[in-house]
């Protein structure tokens, strides 16, 4: 964990480490006790395929299933 502060002119300096690790691009996320920063993948949709290369079902029968979960917390 590194301490970093903002310059005069309001901008982060982030470690070298940490940039070499996450990338150069972040969402900076608002929560309630402080912010948080996302990084931002070079290419979103290859960041996608690779995080849910393992699922075997369709899109429609994921859409489906979120649908019926859905409905069943809503008290069907």
């Known amino acids: ?11 982060l300096t982030l470690p070298k480490d940490v940039r070499e690790r996450y990338g ?6 608002q929560l ?3 912010i948080k920063l996302v990084p ?18 369709s899109a429609d029968e994921l859409r489906e299933e979120a649908r ?3 409905l069943d917390e809503a008290g069907r």
């Open 68 to 70: 019926e979960a859905a």
């Open 40 to 57: 931002v993948a070079d290419d979103p949709l290859e960041a996608l395929r690779d995080e849910f290369a393992d699922v075997e079902k």
């Open 32 to 34: 309630p006790d402080g």
């Open 1 to 11: 964990m590194s301490d970093v502060a903002l310059d005069d002119r309001g901008r």
């Open 24 to 29: 150069d691009r972040y969402h900076v996320v």
